[in-house]
């Protein structure tokens, strides 16, 4: 169910919706439908994130065998 609401935009952020809703729907009338599919898009994101984030991890290391792997592997990408 779609709501309707107000948004103020700064200009920039309004053309570059307006650019995208032509690029993807050919009419500017479809400001609406490509904000909310980049609304979506970036919550989707962030979920991710924060899943991975509290999932159970795989590998178990300590900071100490961490920090030598990030040494080495610095060295590696440096030579």
């Known amino acids: 169910m779609s709501k309707r609401t107000t948004l103020l935009l700064e200009d920039e952020v309004y053309e570059r919706l307006v650019e995208e809703s032509l690029r993807r729907y050919g009419t500017v009338r479809a400001v609406s439908r490509v904000l909310n599919e980049l609304l979506k898009e970036s919550f989707k ?17 300590t900071a100490k065998e961490f920090e030598e792997f990030r040494e080495d592997l610095s060295r590696r ?3």
């Open 45 to 61: 994101g962030r979920e991710e994130v924060i899943r991975l984030i509290y999932s159970e991890k795989i590998a178990k290391t």
């Open 77 to 79: 990408l440096e030579s």
